[in-house]
């Protein structure tokens, strides 16, 4: 579970004070897909960087399953969120010198796992996406969607208990966004991983078990 308690985020922007995030109190269940929708500028891409423990917030506090990430080093969140947490990026982040289960496997190798074992789950994992045909392709080679499948079963590679996404189907048509989401139900269904979904996008609220609106820095529940 995400718990969040008088969380904010100010910024100063001509010396003007600019809330991203104001006071916001939230308590996510644990296994959803759960949808964060709101306008450019209203503060979910901060919320969701703050969550992850990628920036931090001016003050209050962010629990992930009763662990404080707030009151932690710099090392000790870099170390909690390798293991406990994936991303998925709008516009996918591979990394182009390495092909497609290079990518996959690249986290576990980070977290100093074996290379058989990184090797076997980068295959099982790129099989339940569609990939199986693509293992040993250079990135540069693939479809949007392609593309974001990778990026889906690197996210997952780490078995995390959360996968943070950005606007994960930003980049594509509609018809491959709406498959990019039918595989996040479906390892969510299957693998009981929760994705958090930033977007613009409303068609994600069908996918979602629970959805909030952000706006102006401040969260509530639709």
């Not at 190798?109 to 090797?119: F, G, R, S, V």
């Not at 250079?138 to 990778?150: C, F």
């Amino acid at each position: 579970m995400i718990k969040v308690e008088d969380l904010s985020k100010i910024y100063t922007e001509r010396a003007k004070e600019v809330r991203a995030l104001d006071n916001v109190n939230v308590e996510m269940n644990e296994g959803e897909i759960i949808s964060i929708l709101g306008p450019s500028g209203s503060g979910k891409s901060t919320f969701l960087n703050c969550l992850s423990g990628i920036d931090r917030p001016t003050h209050g506090k962010i629990f992930i399953d009763d662990y404080e990430i707030t009151n932690k080093s710099d090392n000790e969140v870099t170390e909690f969120r390798a293991k406990n947490m994936g991303f998925i990026f709008q516009f996918f982040n591979l990394i182009p010198v390495l092909n497609v289960i290079e990518n996959v496997k690249l986290p576990m190798l980070i977290n100093e796992q074996k290379e058989k074992l990184a090797e076997e789950k980068a295959k099982e994992l790129l099989i339940k996406v569609g990939l199986e045909d693509k293992m040993n392709v250079d990135v540069s080679t693939l479809s949007g969607g392609e593309a974001q499948r990778v990026s889906i079963a690197r996210a997952l590679i780490n078995e995390p208990k959360i996968v943070w996404a950005d606007e994960p189907t930003g980049a594509l048509d509609k018809k491959t966004g709406n498959e990019i989401l039918e595989l996040i139900k479906n390892l969510n269904e299957t693998k009981g991983t929760s994705f958090i979904i930033v977007t613009h996008d409303p068609k994600v609220t069908k996918f979602s078990n629970s959805i909030y609106l952000m706006e102006s820095g401040k969260l509530r529940k639709q």
